[in-house]
T-cell receptor
Framework: QQPVQSPQAVILREGEDAVINCSSS?????VHWYRQKHGEAPVFLMI?????EQKGHEKISASFNEKKQQSSLYLTASQLSYSGTYFC???????????FGKGTSLLVTP | DSGVTQTPKHLITATGQRVTLRCSPR?????VYWYQQSLDQGLQFLIQ???????AKGNILERFSAQQFPDLHSELNLSSLELGDSALYFC????????????FGDGTRLSIL
């Protein structure tokens, strides 16, 4: 089942912070985060496993709340290069494939 | 550059036709994944192969099929094409069969006229 991402879109000024949420109605084993810039391929940011938290990229970090089946991606002191669409991918178990959300569009302006 | 190569970059064809999309994974990666991306649906997982064998199946239509060859490259075959099949098709690869980061190719844009 496709996870739900919120918000659908957000506009920030450079230096501001943002939070992107990813929720599932099913218990999750892991959450993967990717960023896709316009006209480009998605690029891996980080993986969060059940029971753990991992920082993966620049000033971007994430959390994984297993009880709520929810992950949040935190972008601090945003830079222009952070603009793009952020996708979360969720896995229900170690043997399952990733199920991606519809994405959150982020625009950072000067 | 992710190291994943997809060809062709663009395909324009008519309804009812058949096309083949090709993907070469990163060196050392054994898994290949296929995704369909349309504006309203995001990234839809189609199918995964690991070391030549089908590993997982998503929302892949019966008109679509895929395979992974001994040299680990993969092909996605789309037949009896419909207007709704117009989308960006991505291939991704990873080292293992589960849980590792996936590295995406630049995609093949398929337009059905």
């Amino acid at each position: 089942q496709q996870p739900v991402q919120s918000p659908q879109a957000v506009i920030l000024r450079e230096g501001e912070d943002a939070v992107i949420n990813c929720s599932s109605s099913k218990a999750l084993y892991s959450v993967h985060w990717y960023r896709q810039k316009h006209g480009e391929a998605p690029v891996f940011l980080m993986i969060l496993l059940k029971g753990g938290e991992q920082k993966g990229h620049e000033k971007i970090s994430a959390s994984f709340n297993e009880k709520k089946q929810q992950s949040s991606l935190y972008l601090t002191a945003s830079q222009l290069s952070y603009s793009g669409t952020y996708f979360c991918g969720t896995r229900r178990d170690s043997g399952y494939a990733l199920n991606f959300g519809k994405g959150t569009s982020l625009l950072v302006t000067p | 550059d992710s190291g994943v190569t997809q060809t062709p970059k663009h395909l324009i064809t008519a309804t009812g036709q058949r096309v083949t999309l090709r993907c070469s994974p990163r060196s050392g990666d054994l898994s290949v994944y296929w995704y369909q991306q349309s504006l309203d649906q995001g990234l839809q997982f189609l199918i995964q192969y690991y070391n030549g064998e089908e590993r997982a199946k998503g929302n892949i239509l019966e008109r679509f099929s895929a395979q992974q060859f001994p040299d680990l490259h993969s092909e996605l075959n789309l037949s009896s094409l419909e207007l709704g099949d117009s989308a960006l098709y991505f291939c991704a690869s990873s080292v293992g069969y589960s849980g590792q980061p996936q590295h995406f190719g630049d995609g093949t844009r398929l337009s059905i006229l």
